[in-house]
């Protein structure tokens, strides 16, 4: 009886995700690593993004299917002093917990140094997850499946309609951008930061973000199951849903919670972020100036009244040597000035308007005559291979399981993915054979096998395909899509390919060393990104850019790329009136194919001068097939 209790258990938990359950359910306990630094009594010094994932690790007790490493960084490159250091005080950590000291960090597994933590690992079956919201996604679901878990709807829930609450990556989402840097890590430094600064002017400035969530709480919900949400709401008061418009349904749902009227995992990282500024600045401050926030902090404090969150803020430099004597009521309170909108990328009172100032002809026709007059020297497209010898991958000896087609791709574009992917091959496996000759013969040998990374890899179309013809490399798959990197494990299982890895995490939280980083087709400023990590790991590069418009200077990288555009004084909004005239790339016929072509080559040009500047020698070649894509183009480079 109890065998048939337990199949019927494990079958509706297969039903919430049939391929995540697939992978996981027989998975041995995976590692959770966090950094931190225990003082004893259960009192840890941590940053906010590892203090919510301990506050969710406690909160849902998750504790008995992962094993809970705290590895204290303290004097090393990753440890958390340059960052605003919180007290988090556990409430019950009665589970086996590993201390890994400082000088134990570099024996840990490769992988795990390889990422930013916190992370978790499943070294069965080599796969490393590391990012807020993956990480905390991964520690839900996978504790979900398990049999003995008790609370599997409460968990399923906080994942939002179909388990999409937070599953975009933050380079593609409004919302995952604010909940997973913005308020966890620019929030709460800008808090600080004004209290150092302020603290003699006697003014203190609420955080921008603050207010930001505040505006977005005042926004109608968005959601998708609104029309089902209003039904329960109006079949708990006795009423039935009339037919109404869609907007006028959206409207009659309040906020109760980030994202609506449910509990979701968006409120779990919010939470800590908000507790931790009333702490600081004062809840009557929020009371006057932010009403809605405060709330929806009600709302959650009385959600974990049984299980309440101890976080304060902790001391980060000498001129604040105590915060919390710091007089509130003896400062003057300033509000930032920000755009009443909801935190959704789709929100219609986003404005939008300024990304038409970029597609205007005249402004095209400008950019491109500025640069010819300062005599730019633009790199020649060439469609031949680097060594002169014109090859192709003859794919009746791939594996079908390597094939775009063993890649679940629609069969319309099967053709163009197979010329993108022979192109590509092509260049990684001329480069290979570059770097092992430059190798002395003492580097030679297991131990110097190269490292190859497809980043933005998706399903692994080409990483795969690099690991099964390179078979002496060691292979790793980056991707943030939980779906796509699951089907790349699947298919790596299916062929049995011993030198892949997987990495599902962001760009930027991928610390790996490597010799050879790959990208096809990856979106906008993602090209640069990858550039940028092949830079810091002094590695080879073979990338096919995508999507010219949607590049946006940030934190990493800025544009133009190298000294010689920067020299010439081309603006910014130039350079992107530029990136989006690349994007019209269409048919022969079409007038603005040629004009498109030109710009894809400005800027890639400035791209491979950026590395040519740095001491890479560089080609700019294009794919033999013009039915590969539009976006054709092939940076190449290798560090001297």
């Not at 995952?176 to 890590?185: P, S």
């Not at 194919?593 to 400005?602: F, N, R, V, Y």
Request: with cysteine; charged share 25%; proline share 4%.
């Amino acid at each position: 009886m109890r065998s048939k209790t337990r199949n019927r258990s494990a079958s509706k938990r297969a039903t919430f995700d049939k391929e995540f359950f697939d992978c996981y359910s027989t998975a041995e306990k995976p590692n959770l690593y966090i950094d931190a630094e225990s003082i004893g009594n259960g009192l840890y010094f941590v940053n906010m993004t590892n203090a919510i994932v301990l506050f969710i690790f406690e909160r849902y007790a998750v504790g008995n299917w992962f094993h809970l490493n705290v590895v204290s960084s303290k004097g090393t490159e990753s440890s958390t002093n340059k960052e605003v250091v919180l007290k988090y005080q556990s409430r019950n950590l009665m589970i086996p917990t590993k201390f890994i000291t400082p000088e134990c960090i570099s024996s840990l597994p490769v992988g795990v140094n390889s990422c930013q933590r916190p992370s978790i690992s499943v070294e069965s079956r080599k796969l490393h997850i590391s990012g807020l919201t993956s990480v905390v996604r991964f520690l839900l679901k996978f504790s979900s499946i398990q049999v003995e878990c008790q609370n599997v709807h409460e968990m399923r829930s906080l994942l939002g309609f179909r388990g999409g609450c937070l599953a975009a990556c933050a380079e593609a989402s409004v919302w995952t951008t604010f909940c997973e840097v913005e308020m966890t890590q620019r929030m709460v430094t800008s808090l600080v930061t004004s209290l150092e600064t302020r603290y003699s002017t006697g003014e203190l400035e609420i955080p921008e973000d603050l207010v930001r969530f505040e505006n977005h709480l005042a926004q109608p919900v968005r959601t998708h199951n609104f029309r089902k949400k209003i039904q329960d709401q109006l079949t708990m008061q006795g009423e039935k849903l009339q037919k109404q418009r869609p907007l006028e349904q959206i409207e009659q749902l309040h906020h109760v919670f980030a994202e609506g009227p449910d509990l979701t995992l968006s409120d779990l990282i919010l939470f800590p972020c908000v507790l931790t500024t009333i702490h600081v600045i004062g809840e009557d401050t929020f009371k006057t100036y932010l009403p809605k926030v405060t709330t929806w902090l009600k709302h959650l404090e009385n959600e974990f009244k049984n299980t309440p969150l101890q976080l304060t803020l902790f001391e980060t430099t000498e001129r604040v040597a105590s915060i919390e004597s710091l007089r509130i009521s003896d400062l003057v309170i300033k509000i930032p000035k920000v755009p009443l909108e909801s935190l959704y990328k789709s929100d219609p009172p986003r404005d939008k308007s300024r990304m038409n100032d970029y597609t205007k002809q005249t402004y095209v026709d400008e950019a491109v005559e500025f640069l010819k007059e300062k005599k730019i020297e633009l790199f020649e497209v060439k469609s031949d291979y680097i060594d002169g010898i014109l090859k192709f991958l003859e794919w009746e000896n791939v594996p079908s399981i390597a094939h775009p087609e063993g890649g679940q791709l629609p069969e319309s574009r099967r053709e163009r993915k197979c010329e993108q992917l022979g192109n590509l091959v092509e260049m990684v496996k001329f480069i290979s054979n570059e770097r092992h000759s430059d190798r002395s013969k003492e580097e030679k040998g297991e131990e110097s096998c190269l490292t190859i990374v497809d980043f933005c890899s998706g399903g692994g179309h080409l990483g795969i395909l690099v690991a099964w013809l390179i078979p002496d490399a060691q292979v790793i798959l980056v991707e943030n899509k939980e779906e796509s990197l699951r089907r790349a494990e699947i298919r790596v299982d299916q062929m049995g390919l011993p030198n892949v890895t997987f990495f599902q995490c962001n760009l930027n939280s991928f610390l790996g060393k490597f010799d050879i980083g790959l990208a096809l087709h990856a979106c906008g400023t993602a090209t640069d990104l990858v550039l940028k990590k092949c830079e810091e790991s002094a590695a080879a590069f073979v990338v096919s850019p995508c999507c010219y418009g949607a590049i946006r200077t940030n934190h990493v990288v800025q544009y133009p790329r190298s000294f010689r555009f920067r020299d010439t004084g081309l603006s910014l909004h130039q350079y992107f009136v530029l990136a989006h005239s690349a994007d019209q790339t269409h048919d022969e016929k079409n007038p603005k194919t040629a004009q498109g072509q030109t710009s894809m080559q400005i800027v890639d040009t400035d791209r491979l001068a950026y590395f040519y500047e740095r001491k890479y020698k560089v080609w700019l070649r294009k794919m033999t097939s013009e039915i590969a894509s539009p976006k054709n183009h092939i940076l190449v480079g290798i560090p001297n």
